[in-house]
C-alpha cells in the first residue's frame, strides 16, 4: 500500500500545476491617446482601450461637452457636463477565456455634478442587471484631482466574481450610470457640472485547462502505483 500511497503524492502536484490561477488585466483606459474637442454632443464617439481590447462611450439624454482634462496623477482623464439620470459611461469588452471578473477605476465629480451612481453590467449592450450602487466625492480639497498626485479615496474596486454572464463572454458590457439628482457638493445636479473618470480596468482570472500531457503522465502514475501495490500484496 506504501508504494500507492507515494505514487499518488508525487503525481497529485500534476493535476495542480495546470489550474493555477493569477489575475491578469483584460484591458485598460488612461485616457492618455484621447483627445476630445469639447464640441456638445449627446455621445462621445467610441474611445478604444489604452491596452487591450474594447472600447468606451458616454452617452447623455442632452446635449453635453466631453472633453479629456487632467486625471488622477495623469495629464487626462475622460469628463462630461449636463448630466441627467440615466446618463452613462460604458465600456465595452471581450472576456473570453476568464473569469473572476474585477473593475477598478477612478471617479470624481465637479460641485454640481452627479454624486450617486450604479454599476451594471450586460452581455448584449441592451439588457442591463444592476450590480451595486457607488456615491462620488467631490473634485474639492483634500479630494482634488491633479496630474502630479493620484488620489486614493477616489479609487473604486468591484469584484463581478459573482456575475457569471460576463465572464468568458464574447463581450461584456459595463456601465456607469447616474441615478439620481444630488450632486457632489450637495446641492442639485446642474448643467455645468461635471463627472470624470480615468485608469478604468478590466481584469480577471485566466481560465486555465489542464494539459493533457499532465493527465497522462498522473495517469501512468496512478496505475503503476495500483500495479506496484498489487504485486507488492502478492509477494507477502
Known sequence: MKNLSVFILLAAPLVFAGTVRAQTEISNWNFENTTLSGTPATTSGFIPADA????????????????????NG????????????????????????????????NQIS?????????????????????????????????????????VISTSYSKDLSTVSSVSNASTAYFRLIDTDTVAAGGGTVAASGGSRIDNFSISGDPIAVPESADVGWLALALAAGVIGGRRYFSCT
Do not use: C, R
Open 110 to 150: 465637479g460641485t454640481l455634478g452627479p454624486a450617486h451612481f450604479k454599476l451594471a453590467t450586460s452581455t448584449d449592450g441592451i439588457n442591463f442587471t444592476d450590480f451595486t450602487s457607488y456615491t462620488v466625492l467631490e473634485n474639492a480639497s483634500p479630494n482634488t484631482w491633479s496630474s502630479s498626485i493620484a
Open 74 to 105: 495623469s495629464a487626462k482623464a475622460f469628463n462630461s457636463l449636463h448630466w441627467s439620470v440615466g446618463d452613462y459611461y460604458q465600456f465595452e469588452v471581450p472576456t473570453l477565456g476568464y473569469d473572476h471578473i474585477l473593475v477598478t477605476f
Open 52 to 71: 487591450g481590447p474594447g472600447q468606451a462611450i458616454g452617452v447623455h439624454a442632452l446635449s453635453s461637452t466631453f472633453a479629456t482634462p487632467t486625471g
